[in-house]
C-alpha cells in the first residue's frame, strides 16, 4: 500500500506499543514489494517503496518516543531478487535477501554476514546474491537477546529443526 498507510499503521502500533500494558511486540507487513518491472531508480517503483517504508519507521520512531530506546525492528522479506536487471527494467524472485535491524536496543551501525561478490561464479545458480546468513539466526536472536525467550524453545519449537542456525551474538543492547 502507499505511504499514507505504512504512515498510519507505523503510528497505529506505536499507539499500542506505549501504553502500559499495552502489546510488547507488533508485527505488521507491507504490500507492493513483488516488482518485476520499472524498478528504477529514484523515481522507480521500488525506490518509492523504500521512500515509504522509511517514512513508517520515522512515524514509528516519533509515536514511540522515548520508548525507542528499548525498541528492536526487525526488516525482513520472504525471497530475494535476481541480480541481473530482467527485460522491462525490474528484477525476478531471487534467494539472498537483505533484512535490517534498528531501534535504540540494537547495537548497530555495521553489516553482519559476508559478501560474496557479484562475479558470475560467487552468484547462487548463477542468477542470484549468494545468501551467507541463515535468516533464523537473526530471527532467533532477537527472540533470545531482547524477549528473553528460551534457547530450546526457539531451536525446536519455535523455528523447529533450526539448532544449526547459529546466534549472532552481541546484536541487541543488555
Known amino acids: 500500500k502507499g505511504g499514507a498507510q505504512i504512515d498510519k499503521t507505523a503510528r497505529a502500533a506505536a499507539n499500542f506499543l506505549v501504553q502500559p500494558d499495552?502489546?510488547?511486540?507488533?508485527?505488521?507487513?507491507?504490500t507492493g514489494w513483488d516488482t518485476h518491472a520499472n524498478e528504477g531508480a529514484d523515481k522507480g517503483a521500488l525506490s518509492l517503496r523504500l521512500g515509504a517504508l522509511d517514512a513508517g519507521l520515522k512515524a514509528l520512531h516519533d509515536g514511540l518516543g522515548a520508548n525507542w530506546d528499548r525498541t528492536v525492528v526487525l526488516i525482513a522479506t520472504e525471497f530475494g531478487r535476481t541480480v541481473?536487471?530482467?527485460?522491462?527494467?525490474?528484477?525476478?524472485?531471487?534467494?539472498?535477501?537483505?533484512?535490517?535491524?534498528?531501534?535504540?536496543?540494537?547495537?548497530?551501525?555495521?553489516?553482519?554476514?559476508?559478501?560474496?561478490?557479484?562475479?558470475?561464479?560467487?552468484?547462487?545458480?548463477?542468477?542470484?546474491?549468494?545468501?551467507?546468513?541463515?535468516?533464523?539466526?537473526?530471527?532467533?536472536?532477537?527472540?533470545?537477546?531482547?524477549?528473553?525467550?528460551?534457547?530450546?524453545?526457539?531451536?525446536?519449537?519455535?523455528?523447529?529443526?533450526?539448532?544449526?542456525?547459529?546466534?549472532?551474538a552481541g546484536l541487541i543492547r543488555a
Open 22 to 30: 499495552g502489546p510488547a511486540v507488533a508485527m505488521f507487513d507491507t
Open 84 to 168: 541481473a536487471v530482467n527485460g522491462t527494467r525490474g528484477t525476478d524472485h531471487g534467494t539472498g535477501a537483505a533484512a535490517f535491524l534498528l531501534g535504540g536496543a540494537v547495537r548497530g551501525g555495521r553489516v553482519i554476514g559476508q559478501w560474496p561478490g557479484l562475479k558470475s561464479s560467487a552468484l547462487y545458480q548463477g542468477r542470484d546474491l549468494m545468501p551467507t546468513t541463515d535468516l533464523r539466526s537473526l530471527m532467533k536472536t532477537v527472540l533470545r537477546e531482547h524477549l528473553q525467550v528460551p534457547q530450546k524453545l526457539l531451536d525446536t519449537t519455535v523455528f523447529p529443526d533450526s539448532a544449526a542456525a547459529p546466534y549472532l
